[in-house]
T-cell receptor, first 119, second 112 residues
Framework: GAVVSQHPSWVICKSGTSVKIECRSL??????MFWYRQFPKQSLMLMAT?????????EQGVEKDKFLINHASLTLSTLTVTSAHPEDSSFYIC???????????????FGDGTRLSIL | DAKTTQPNSMESNEEEPVHLPCNHS???????IHWYRQLPSQGPEYVIH???SNVNNRMASLAIAEDRKSSTLILHRATLRDAAVYYC?????????????FGTGTRLTIIP
């Protein structure tokens, strides 16, 4: 089945550090990837939609200068949390949809998430 | 945003069928109904999705009401591995580029 890989799976770093999270679709091409954030005991919140070769579309309230998204190829999207602070500590999850075909046949495939802890 | 309503939690005995309900009274004609589940400390896993007709796959069945205002995810024989948070979501947006808006989901507990 379709596999989405996220790296790293967890990271601990000091306040003020920038952290990059990678999301790769391993066996399919994805023109669209999505980035979510999940706080403890809460549901997933969509942060942005990442489109290959163009600028990401951010959800309301998400700072695009703080959460930089790059989707340089059909198999890789990156999320960089710039100058991270303790309130950015969360579980970040990406998903990807296989390129082509109709939506009715293409579910989203999620990575296993990255747990970010800012000290 | 198209919204769904699910019970916060449910319990079921192992090896018995489970019926997880979802209400989506404001669904539009082009919204697909998606079900995902999430185990602790993992990303969500796709379960099933459909538009109007009932759907079956190796994981579950999806029963969609005739008016599409509700649906039920059916796990035919629950195992301990099925314990998870189940999300019922309406896919909305441009065809082929739908984003998913997660609600609070139903936490399913399986009793051995």
């Amino acid at each position: 089945g379709a596999v989405v890989s996220q790296h790293p799976s967890w990271v601990i770093c000091k306040s003020g550090t920038s952290v990059k999270i990678e999301c790769r679709s391993l066996d399919f091409q994805a023109t669209t990837m999505f980035w979510y954030r999940q706080f403890p005991k809460q549901s997933l919140m969509l942060m942005a939609t990442s489109n290959e070769g163009s600028k990401a579309t951010y959800e309301q309230g998400v700072e695009k200068d703080k959460f930089l998204i790059n989707h340089a190829s059909l198999t890789l999207s990156t999320l960089t949390v710039t100058s991270a602070h303790p309130e950015d500590s969360s579980f970040y999850i990406c998903s990807a949809k296989r390129q082509g075909g109709s939506w009715s046949n293409q579910p989203q495939h999620f990575g296993d998430g990255t747990r970010l802890s800012i000290l | 945003d198209a919204k769904t309503t699910q019970p916060n939690s449910m319990e079921s005995n192992e090896e018995e069928p489970v019926h997880l309900p979802c209400n989506h009274s404001t669904i539009s004609g082009t919204d697909y109904i998606h079900w995902y589940r999430q185990l602790p400390s993992q990303g969500p896993e796709y379960v099933i999705h459909g538009l109007t007709s009932n759907v079956n796959n190796r994981m579950a069945s999806l029963a969609i009401a005739e008016d599409r205002k509700s649906s039920t995810l059916i796990l035919h024989r629950a195992t301990l591995r099925d314990a998870a948070v189940y999300y019922c979501i309406l896919g909305e947006g441009n065809f082929g580029n739908e984003k998913l808006t997660f609600g609070t989901g139903t936490r399913l507990t399986i009793i051995p």
